[in-house]
């Protein structure tokens, strides 16, 4: 089939295609081969008419549609990998003479394609890694988290709740003098002051003398997720049955010892310190590969087009719904107490929309322009990896209903990632960095 490719405006070309006549009766011929499974005529078993008597009971044109998406969908692949081009949206196909059987047929399609990227110098880039320290002020923070994790509650010898205390209280919410569901528990432990309820509760427990009872008011928030509550006020009946303090561990060789294979307080703070110092040089290698991606983008240009930047607010958009899900909230219910629209969100959106395409072009672009590939044992060897998350049941779906999927993202993962170690590599470190001192990027 001749195919010729005019570039219009906003990454769109225009295919014009030619199938000769040879091409034009093959058509016909696979149509004719598709349509006698589906059609009967009398005296004829199922698929075993003759193609003439099927023309002669159903009319000529029982094979032109078929025929024709035949011709068309073959010719416009094919002139798609001929031409190298990606599209990015469905093509407008357009013939100004039907398909005619002994003659060819021409026809056109007009598609959006991915556009072409221009690269700037994305090999040798001068920047600076952070060199991560870990102070002794970290340290002493990590410890007091620590002891904050093995404090006790323990029996207070006081009588009058203060704030800080913690309270173990029986309470029954009721709105205008009946109980609500919810409001209601026994032997519960709240830390006074700690924001837990909703204000004015916690509150107006300050004051209470063992085994007191009393009634606080509070007011549930204009937002509060139940909206039966929401806004409106509250009478709680309060009886308080004991008060506790948390009781901390002291910072010595024996705490230390508790927590596992150390044996003095000095080990367990280098311990200490040798994760901390993992988590921040695995944070700051993270970061540096973000750096040096961005560079590699800023240095590049490419034409980014609506259809492109849509489709990845729709993707963004989509992420955030399943994640609200995971809350038990609902896009709708984020946008009206956030004071926003639809269009508001994706305007707001739409500067990191552009963000991530352009980068993802530009980083294909690069794997095309080094020749970086993913082997098929790669993709298995991630897939498995990947697949010992999921139980059984749900390892069956997904390659049964979703294989294809899950193994083209694997497959665009892993070249991405061999894409930004090749950059990170070639980074062109400047000769002030010194090992051990903390290095400012920019």
């Known amino acids: 089939m ?15 295609l030619e199938a000769d006549p040879k091409e ?29 008597v099927l023309e002669q009971h159903y009319g000529k044109d029982v094979f032109l549609q078929d025929a024709t998406e035949i011709l068309v969908t073959r010719g416009y692949y094919e002139a798609l990998i001929e031409h190298k081009l990606e599209p990015v949206d469905h093509p407008e196909i357009d013939f100004s003479e039907p398909l005619e059987e002994g003659k060819s047929f021409k026809f056109q399609a007009k598609v959006e394609v991915l556009p072409e990227v221009e690269l700037g110098e994305y090999k040798g880039i001068a920047l600076a890694k952070a060199n991560p320290v870990v102070t002794d002020e970290e340290i002493e923070a990590e410890l007091k988290a620590l002891q904050e994790r093995h404090a006790e509650l323990v029996g207070a010898d006081k009588t009058v709740l203060e704030k800080g205390d913690f309270a173990v209280i029986d309470f029954e919410g009721y709105l205008d003098g009946e109980p609500f569901p919810g409001g209601a528990a ?30 606080v008011k ?16 509250a009478v709680f009946k309060v009886k308080l ?24 307080m000095e080990e367990l703070k280098e311990d200490l310190k040798k994760r901390r110092l993992a988590e921040k040089e695995y944070q700051a290698a993270r970061e540096f590969e973000d750096q040096v991606v961005e560079k590699a983008v800023e240095g590049s240009k490419v034409e980014l087009t609506d259809t ?48 991530r395409v352009k980068t993802d072009l530009v980083l294909s672009a ?33 390659m049964k209903e979703q294989k294809e999927n899950v193994v083209e993202r694997i497959r665009t993962s892993l070249e991405r990632e061999k894409t930004v170690k090749l950059l990170v590599d070639a980074v062109q470190k400047p000769e002030s960095e010194e090992k051990g001192k903390e290095v400012k990027t920019e």
């Not at 001749?2 to 014009?16: A, D, I, S």
């Not at 080094?370 to 999921?390: A, C, H, N, P, W």
């Open 186 to 215: 026994q032997g519960y432990t709240l830390e006074v002051g700690s924001g837990s309820f909703i204000p004015g509760f916690e509150e107006g427990l300050l004051g209470m003398a063992l085994g007191e009872e009393r009634e």
């Open 218 to 233: 509070a007011t549930f928030p204009e937002d509060y997720p139940q909206t039966t509550l929401a806004g409106k006020e």
């Open 308 to 355: 492109l930047i849509d489709r990845e607010l729709n993707y963004l958009i989509h992420n955030m719904e399943h994640d609200f899900e995971d809350r038990g909230l609902k896009l709708e219910e984020y946008l009206k107490y956030s004071n926003k629209t639809l269009a508001d969100l994706r305007a707001e959106l739409r500067p990191q929309a552009e963000r």
């Open 241 to 264: 049955h004991e008060i506790k303090v948390k009781e901390y561990p002291v910072l010595d060789d024996e705490f230390a010892q508790s927590l596992g294979n150390f044996k003095t």
């Open 24 to 52: 034009v009766a093959d058509a016909f011929h696979q149509a004719y081969r598709k349509v006698v499974q589906k059609l009967t005529v009398p005296g004829f078993r199922k698929g075993k008419t003759p193609r003439k």
């Open 366 to 398: 690069i794997a095309k322009a080094e020749g970086i590939t993913v082997s098929e044992d790669e993709i298995k060897e991630r897939l498995e990896y990947l697949l010992q998350f999921y139980s059984p049941a749900t390892q069956e779906k997904m």
């Open 2 to 16: 001749q195919t010729k490719l005019e570039k219009l405006e906003k990454n769109r070309v225009l295919l014009e």
